[in-house]
């Protein structure tokens, strides 16, 4: 089975950064997904790592080291809005996506 | 566009009985995919679609049944629900399996099972 690892919950004030981390072991790997999700709601696509590096997407930004099975999701200028789960997700030899149990993030005034 | 459709939003269903999901969407995509999402265990896969007429198992597949008799319709089905089916159903599509093609997700269906 596969294996991805993510803090249960964190808390930033408005305005701040916050990094929410991702280990994994899978069998095989076929590039590392980031999901948000607010409560009651659907997940939503936020990005897509299949090579080390820092992918930036706006106030988003998404790492990737391979080789240590990891990956970190980096929210800047956090906003309200922003309150929400944060879904990392693996794609492994199988091309079937595993998630973590997700990351809940509160932003605070 | 409406993108992908669940229905119904929520259902309260005695246990021993069956129960459909329905499943549909808009986008053409070829694959399709039903999770199961519950408190500290995230999204699990329950069974899959790479293309209209194929269908394969997912993570916890045992209770579940799915069909895929054309592009935009996965029906998921209950034989006979117990309360461990007790989730919320979430149904997504992505154009091709594997690779980078995201997945878009339903607006989900709660289920509860007494």
């Known amino acids: 089975g596969q294996n991805i690892d993510q803090p249960t919950e964190m808390t930033a004030t408005e305005g701040a950064i916050v990094q929410i981390n991702c280990t994994y072991q899978t069998s095989g790997f076929n590039g590392l997904f980031w999901y948000q999700q607010h409560a009651g709601e659907a997940p939503t696509f936020l990005s897509y790592n299949v090579l080390d590096g820092l992918e930036e997407k706006g106030r988003f930004s998404s790492f990737l080291s391979r080789s240590k099975g990891y990956s970190y999701l980096l929210l800047k200028e956090l906003q309200m809005k922003d309150s929400a789960s944060y879904l990392c997700?693996?794609?492994?030899?199988?091309?079937?996506?595993?998630f973590g149990a997700g990351t809940t993030v509160t932003v605070r005034a | 566009i409406a993108g992908i459709t669940q229905a119904p939003t929520s259902q309260i269903l005695a246990a021993g009985r069956r129960m459909t999901l329905r499943c549909t969407q808009d986008?053409?995509?070829?694959?399709m995919y039903w999770y199961r999402q519950d408190l500290g265990l995230g999204l699990r896969l329950i069974h899959y679609s790479n293309t209209a007429g194929t269908t394969g198992k997912g993570e916890v597949p045992d209770g579940y049944s799915v069909s895929r008799a054309n592009t935009d319709d996965f029906p998921l089905t209950l034989a006979s629900a117990v309360p461990s089916q007790t989730s919320v159903y979430f149904c997504?599509?992505?154009?091709?399996?594997?690779?980078?093609?995201?997945?878009?997700f339903g607006p989900g269906t709660r289920l509860t099972v007494l």
């Open positions: 997504a599509s992505s154009d091709q399996a594997g690779g980078y093609n995201e997945q878009f």
């Open positions: 986008m053409r995509h070829n694959a």
């Open positions: 997700a693996v794609m492994a030899d199988d091309y079937k996506l595993s």
